[in-house]
Every structure is written in C-alpha cells, then in structure tokens.
C-alpha cells in the first residue's frame, strides 16, 4: 500500500514537500516514481529514485525545483517542489516501480495527492 | 525524447467486443512498453509490462503485442468493468518514461 500526504493549496513560487509511506512490501528493494496528471489530462512522468536513494532522474518541467529522496527507515519517498507554478497544479501520485534500479514500471500505485498552485 | 502516440484517441463499443488499442513510438524502443488502465478517480494500474507480460492478477482477456515503433493492446471481449483510459509508457530510452495521451473506451 501506498498513502501519500502533504499536497494543499500553495501560491506560485511557494514549496511543497510531499510523502508517501508504503507499507506491505520490502520498500528498499525497489525504485520509486512520481507521476502527475493535471485536471482532466493523461499521465506525466515526474521522478524516479533508485531503491538505495543513490540514482534519481526528474522530467525537464520540474528539473531543478524537484528534488526525490528517500527514507528506508521509515518506508518513505518525498517529492520536495520548489519555485511552484500554476502549471504544476495536478493530483500527484507515488507508484512503486518493479525494480531496484530507475528505469521500471510501475507496478503499485498510490490514490494521490492534489497539489493546487494559485494565487 | 521518445513521443508516444494513442489511437484513437476515444473507442466506441459494446460489451463483449473486441478492442484494438494502438501505442507509436517515435523511435525504436524494442520491447519496453507498458500499458495502463485507469478508471474515473483512480490510480492507474499496470495490465501488461515489456510489451507482452500481463501484470500480476490482470484477466487474460488482456493481451498486448508489438515491438521497436508499433504496439498494440487488445482486449478480446470487452467486460463492463473494462469501460475505462488506457495509457501507454515507454522505458526504452529515458529519461522521460514517457507517457501516451490514452486512448478511452467507452460503451457505444
């Protein structure tokens, strides 16, 4: 299972860090992405982290205001997004990919997060 | 990056039809491609991973096929529940995995 938290309404420029606990698998053998879908649009790909934390990869619309990262500890990923654009309004998901390494499928989704940029 | 292309882009049928739903790549990316199904206020769940390998627990009316550019996704007797978007992602060079616009099925 996948529960991610922290979405919310937030002004253009504002930050934004989301988590996602997982819970029912052997979170640190597997890779993790975030995926996006604006209102009433399909899927987009937003980040991916390898399942030591050590290899992460991002889309070119988030690519320096996006940061992954992990926590194996706590079974946790976090989406930190910086410089926030109306643009980045979507409901956010956290989906476990079917490897260790970057570069999977997804095979395990979460229900998603709304993030809302507007002033 | 690798574009992927839907059609069509909405698909009109019956319960118990035969659906044929097309992903194109704008570059060989052999066999990596996954198809998605997502339903109004879901998460998406994947059906078919590596082009042709049903994910666990998907209904064998599910199959999909293709290689390199052309991929296809067919569902071959459409039940209610299957009324849903279909979405293509492609890992064959990335980043981005990159997703298709979807494709939605919808009961005619």
């Known amino acids: 299972q996948l529960l991610e938290s922290g979405g919310g309404l937030v002004q253009p420029g504002g930050s934004l860090r989301l988590s996602c606990a997982a819970s029912?698998?052997?979170?640190?053998?597997?890779?993790m992405t975030w995926v996006r879908q604006a209102p009433g649009k399909g899927l987009e790909w937003v980040s991916v982290?390898?399942?030591?934390?050590?290899?992460?990869d991002y889309a070119d619309s988030v690519k320096g205001r996006f940061a992954i990262s992990r926590d194996n500890s706590k079974n946790t990923v976090y989406l930190q997004m910086n410089s926030l654009r109306v643009e980045d309004t979507a409901l956010y998901f956290c989906?476990?990919?079917?490897?260790?390494?970057?570069?999977?499928?997804?095979?395990?989704w979460g229900q998603g997060i709304l993030v809302s940029v507007s002033s | 990056e690798v574009v992927l292309t839907q059609l069509p882009a909405t698909l009109s049928l019956s319960p118990g039809d035969r659906a044929t739903l097309s992903c194109r790549a704008s570059?060989?990316?052999?066999?990596?491609l996954a198809w998605y199904q997502q339903k109004p206020g879901q998460a998406p769940r994947l059906l078919i991973y590596?082009?042709?390998n049903r994910a666990t627990g998907i209904p064998a009316r599910f199959s999909g096929s293709g290689s390199g550019t052309d991929f296809t996704l067919t569902i071959t007797s459409l039940e209610p529940e299957d009324f849903a978007v279909y979405y293509c992602?492609?890992?064959?060079?990335?980043?981005?995995?990159?997703f298709g616009g979807g494709t939605k099925v919808e009961i005619k």
């Open positions: 989906a476990k990919d079917r490897g260790y390494t970057s570069g999977w499928f997804s095979d395990l």
């Open positions: 029912g698998f052997l979170f640190g053998r597997y890779a």
């Open positions: 982290i390898s399942g030591s934390g050590d290899s992460t």
């Open positions: 570059q060989n990316i052999n066999n990596f």
């Open positions: 590596d082009a042709s």
């Open positions: 992602q492609q890992r064959g060079n990335w980043p981005p995995l990159s």
